[in-house]
Every structure is written in structure tokens, then in C-alpha cells.
């Protein structure tokens, strides 16, 4: 069959390199893809967002299926464009509606829809504008440190945790009053803090059956010590080990199915991931969000520890039979660590050559922010590589990522040296 990934990210590239494998598939393409993706498949020369050029192009090349990996098309209804076309309508696409992407798309609406559906979160309130006053107010009833996130999409930095009550509501002024992430904060949901160590728990579902994927922790501050301003991910582990088989049961029956229930209790046909946000507060989970789509980096940890053909999982997400399918997990870990441009999350440079790839062993490159120019392969954004590794152990998978990060060279290459150091205690 002929399949077309949308996206050009590190996750993007990690699902071209699992799907790649599969026998069923005759030709793979990525739109717009990477210099990576552009090694496992065809890159296609079309933004993720251009639903027309994309129509133009799977009608041509005779696709069969779509799989979306970011989360930008299908907030902006990529699912809804091809049921609702005449042509387009019998093509499986692998994510959720608009509807249920409202899921990402609207940190109020998944809030609204946790606490309808008695989901385990932390306590929160959603402000306007117009209602600043009463946020600046809300704030005062809080515990340091607060929580302020963008309701819309602000590309992962939407998310802001001032630790003194002045600052968080200097930044509430800035969000709401001088729209510091565009249209993305004309609301913004402040939350209480929960204390605890973060995971993300993923599923794949076809809107009524589910299966649960490897669980993964992954790095959203640029410093060392989950220091500086938050990105869109420097590393990832996986498994984690505080998640046992005891804490994941507790996620599936007091989040999974109160999720996928209410999902359709609201009539929401949900096909796609659904990635869980989670705190473990003294072992109990609490939801810190929904996503609807794999997380970045997580996804370059988690797709290779999946041995089966993820295919095989995709169609029985399109032929809405999932509960017939199973799959085999590698037990060992997969540690990934990114490598970002200088000066990221903020201002960064594109287009500075990239070195060494050739000398990388025992680790699996993922691109991100690459591209190739006549001569070389560049740096095209903040995000540049995740180096993904496996050991038996988690230091001896993060030995191997840490000593090829050294041998990839670029200008202003930084990465974070202490990815994993915070689960050391856990073993």
C-alpha cells in the first residue's frame, strides 16, 4: 500500500523509520518531511497545513492511508477535510476530527472535559480579557508556584510556572492583556500545582477499543536540572521506571476509560493517539494534560521499542477492529536525548552544516530540525536531532546517546547532559 506521513519533526521521522519496515508498504511518502524522513521514504514538498495540495497529491499517488503527526491540521480539521470530500472520504487518516482534537486544541474544553467525566486534575479556573481582574484575584487563593498555560496552540512553550505571586501575575497581564502568545492566550486556564514527577502515557485508539503503548518521561526545560524556559522536549526515557504495572492499571480505569467513555458519550469518533499528560502524585495519577497526537521527543523512545508492525496497529485503527490486534514490546530501554540549536527555545540561526553522522554506533538518529542544502545536510530549526539508544539498563542506553551526541557536530550544538538523573532514585 502507499502511505503518506504529514509533519517534518523528529517524531515524524521516527514513525517514516518504524513504518519503512512493514512488507505491506509499497511506497512511503512524507510531506514536507526532513533530510531524514528523505533516507527511509520520499519527501513531498508540501506544507502540513495545505490541504488542498495534499488532496492534489494522494488522489495522484493513489495513497491509502494518512498519518498525521503533529498536532497543527488536525486542530485545523485535516480528518473532517477528507471525510468531507467525495474523493478523499474512504482514505483512512490516522488522528482525531476537529472535535476531538479540541482535546489539544483548547486547554479549557479538556479541562471542562476531565472534570465532566470525574478524571483526575489539578483544580483550575479559565480567564479572558475582559475578566483579568478576577484571574489576578484567583491567583491570590493559590499556593506558589502557579500554573499559567495558553488555552490554544503555542508550538509546547505556551505552558509558564512563575514561582512568586508578582510574577505570576505580571505574566497573566502579559498573556491575556498584551497577548504574549498571540490568539493562543486570548484565554488562559491557571491551575493549581500538583507536586510530583511527570510522565506521558500513550494510546492508540479506534473509538472504542484502546491499546496502551510504552509509557515515557520526557525533558521540557533547555536547562540542566529542569532549569530556564520550557521547550518542546530535550529527551525522553522509556519505560519509566515508577511506572509499574500496578501505577499503569490505576491510569487505565481511572483515566483511559473515563476518557475513551466519555468520548463517546459526547459522540466524539475518535481515531488516533491520544497522549496523556500525567502527574504521579504518591502514586496516584493526575492528568496535566491531553494531546492528540505522540509526543516529541517521546515518540523517538517509544516507536522503537515497539517490535510488531505498526501498520498492522494502524489498521485496526481504520477498519475500526484494534481489539483483534496485539503487539510485542522490547523490554529493554530506549533512552533519546536532543540536540538544539544555540540559543533555543528563543532566537536560533538555521543553516549551519551538520558533522559526524557518519561516525554514530549503536544509536538511531532521528532528524528534526534538519534539511539538505546542494552539498550538505543543515540545521533547519530549534529542535535539530534526537539520539535514541537501547540498553539493558537506562545509564547504559543514555551512555551510548551521550557519547554519539558528542561525535554530531554543529554550530551552537547544545545538549542536556543530565537526561534520566532524576529516576536514578527509582531503581
Avoid at 518542546?232 to 492499571?249: H, L, Q, R, T
Wanted: charged fraction near 25%; hydrophobic fraction near 40%.
Amino acid at each position: 500500500m502507499n502511505l503518506l506521513i504529514i509533519g517534518s519533526g523528529g517524531r515524524e521521522h521516527a514513525f517514516a523509520w518504524k513504518l519503512s519496515q512493514s512488507k505491506k508498504i509499497k511506497n512511503l511518502y512524507i510531506a514536507p518531511g526532513n533530510a531524514g524522513t528523505a533516507s527511509v521514504g520520499k519527501n513531498v514538498d508540501i506544507a502540513a497545513t495545505d490541504f488542498e495540495s495534499i488532496k492534489k497529491f494522494v488522489l495522484e499517488n493513489n495513497i491509502n492511508m494518512v498519518v498525521v503527526g503533529p498536532e497543527d491540521p488536525l486542530v485545523k480539521g485535516i480528518h473532517d477535510f477528507f471525510l468531507n470530500d467525495v474523493e478523499l472520504k474512504n482514505i483512512p487518516v490516522i488522528g482525531p476530527q476537529k472535535d476531538g482534537a479540541q482535546l489539544e486544541g483548547s486547554k479549557d474544553f479538556s479541562k471542562q472535559f476531565m472534570v465532566r467525566h470525574n478524571i483526575p486534575t489539578a483544580r483550575y479556573e479559565t480567564f479572558t480579557k475582559e475578566i483579568l481582574a478576577e484571574g489576578l484575584k484567583f491567583l491570590e487563593t493559590l499556593e506558589p508556584p502557579y500554573v499559567l498555560k495558553a488555552d490554544g496552540l503555542a508550538a509546547g512553550k505556551g505552558v509558564v510556572i512563575p514561582t512568586t505571586l508578582e510574577e505570576a501575575k505580571k505574566e497573566l497581564t502579559e498573556m491575556l492583556a498584551n497577548a504574549k502568545f498571540g490568539n493562543a492566550s486570548a484565554k488562559v486556564v491557571i491551575e493549581e500545582f500538583l507536586q510530583g514527577i511527570e510522565l506521558s502515557v500513550f494510546v492508540l485508539t479506534d473509538g472504542n477499543s484502546y491499546k496502551i503503548l510504552p509509557a515515557a518521561k520526557d525533558y521540557k526545560r533547555i536547562g540542566e536540572g529542569d532549569t530556564g524556559l520550557n521547550t518542546g522536549g530535550m529527551g525522553a526515557i522509556s519505560p519509566v521506571p515508577f511506572a509499574d504495572e500496578n501505577f499503569i492499571k490505576k491510569v487505565e480505569s481511572l483515566v483511559i476509560i473515563p476518557t475513551i467513555n466519555g468520548l463517546k458519550k459526547e459522540g466524539i469518533n475518535y481515531k488516533g493517539f491520544i497522549f496523556i499528560g500525567l502527574m504521579n502524585c504518591d502514586g496516584n495519577p493526575s492528568v496535566i494534560e491531553y494531546n492528540v497526537r505522540m509526543g516529541d521527543p517521546e515518540t523517538e523512545a517509544v516507536l522503537p521499542r515497539i517490535k510488531s508492525d505498526l501498520l498492522d496497529l494502524f489498521q485496526g485503527v481504520a477498519n475500526s477492529n484494534l481489539h483483534e490486534k496485539t503487539f510485542e514490546v522490547d523490554s529493554r530501554f530506549a533512552t533519546t536525548v536532543m540536540l538544539v540549536a544555540g540559543g533555543y527555545p528563543e532566537e536560533y540561526k538555521k543553516g549551519d552544516e551538520i558533522t559526524g553522522l557518519e561516525n554514530i554506533k549503536d544509536s538511531i538518529v532521528f532528524h528534526a530540525g534538519t534539511k539538505h542544502n546542494e552539498t550538505a545536510v543543515v540545521t533547519n530549526g530549534g529542535r535539530v536531532m534526537a539520539i535514541t539508544s537501547f540498553g539493558n539498563t537506562m545509564n547504559e542506553a543514555l551512555q551510548k546517546s551521550f557519547s554519539n551526541a558528542e561525535k554530531i557536530n554543529y554550530k551552537g550544538k547544545y545538549y542536556r547532559k543530565d537526561i534520566g538523573k532524576d529516576l536514578e532514585k527509582y531503581f
